[in-house]
Structure formats: structure tokens, C-alpha cells
């Protein structure tokens, strides 16, 4: 299995429709459950909501460098003629 697969799968699975739904989910839990439920949550519970928020953000602005970095312009290219 060469690296480019790995590679190329792994990218599949960051950039699918359901892992980006999931991590939106776990974003605005987290911040609901943080503003809401703050007084009532153990240590251990705002660590780990606290680590599930920062994971989620990591995610999000990788997919945004992706969709602004890799995305498509709204122009189709000009062709270079020789």
C-alpha cells in the first residue's frame, strides 16, 4: 500500500459530509453545555468539553483552509496556448 492511498483515504474520511456534520455537533454541544451547565459540571467534565471543543476547532479551520486553499474559483481557467 503506498502512502499516497493512506493519504488519500484518510483525506476522504476528514472531508466527508457525515465527519464534518459530527464535528459541528460535538462544536456546539460542547459550547451549549459550556455556557449553559458551567456551575453544575465537575473539573473533569470541563477538561474533557474543553478538549472536545479544541479538537473541534483544530477540525473546522482545517476544513476551511482546505475548502479556501484547495477549492474551486468561481472562474473556469484560461487556456495557454503554446
Do not use: Q, W
Not at 456534520?21 to 468539553?49: D, H, W, Y
Amino acid at each position: 500500500m503506498s502512502s499516497t492511498s493512506v493519504v488519500d483515504k484518510l483525506l476522504s474520511v476528514l472531508l466527508h459530509n457525515g465527519t464534518m456534520a459530527a464535528f459541528v455537533v460535538l462544536f456546539a454541544g460542547s459550547v451549549i453545555t459550556m455556557v449553559f451547565e458551567r456551575k453544575r459540571l465537575s473539573a473533569g467534565r470541563k477538561k474533557l468539553l474543553l478538549v472536545v471543543l479544541c479538537i473541534s476547532v483544530v477540525y473546522l479551520l482545517f476544513v476551511a483552509v482546505c475548502v479556501i486553499g484547495f477549492g474551486s474559483s468561481g472562474t473556469p481557467p484560461i487556456p495557454v496556448e503554446p
